[in-house]
């Protein structure tokens, strides 16, 4: 079974900073693109930035020059550093990762279970 735990996140003050951690376990062959989500209230669920197990980036317009997300494949862990938080970026954050479970021949999208972050102005 294939879990992903999130940690981080909390209240922080405008202009302040936070990191997301998201680890990935189970029986596992391989993952692809790893990612942060967010979902502020009253809002759909829109994407923050991905990174590939090469190293690619991609950002959300939003918080380009502001976050950071890094991986370390042997770990299994992506992180998101925050910086410059604004009152905007209060939401939930959600990790994805692309895996491929050990035994199969297809890769899907899980989870994590959300960490919230709040920014107050």
């Known amino acids: 079974q294939v879990q992903l735990a999130e940690s981080g996140g909390g209240l922080v003050q405008s202009g302040g900073s936070l990191r997301v951690s998201c680890t990935a376990s189970?029986?596992?062959?391989?993952?692809?693109?790893m990612g942060w989500y967010r979902r502020a209230p009253g809002k759909q669920r829109e994407l923050v930035a991905t990174?590939?197990?090469?190293?690619?980036?991609n950002y959300a317009d939003s918080v380009k020059g502001r976050f950071t997300i890094s991986r370390d494949n042997a770990k299994k862990m992506v992180t998101l550093q925050m910086n410059s938080l604004k009152p905007d970026d209060t939401a939930a954050y959600y990790c994805?990762?692309?895996?491929?479970?050990?035994?199969?021949?297809?890769?899907?999208?899980?989870w994590g279970q959300g960490t919230q972050v709040t920014v107050s102005s």
């Open positions: 990174i590939t197990s090469g190293g690619n980036t």
């Open positions: 994805n990762a692309n895996i491929r479970p050990l035994g199969t021949y297809s890769n899907r999208d899980y």
């Open positions: 189970g029986s596992i062959f391989s993952i692809s693109v």
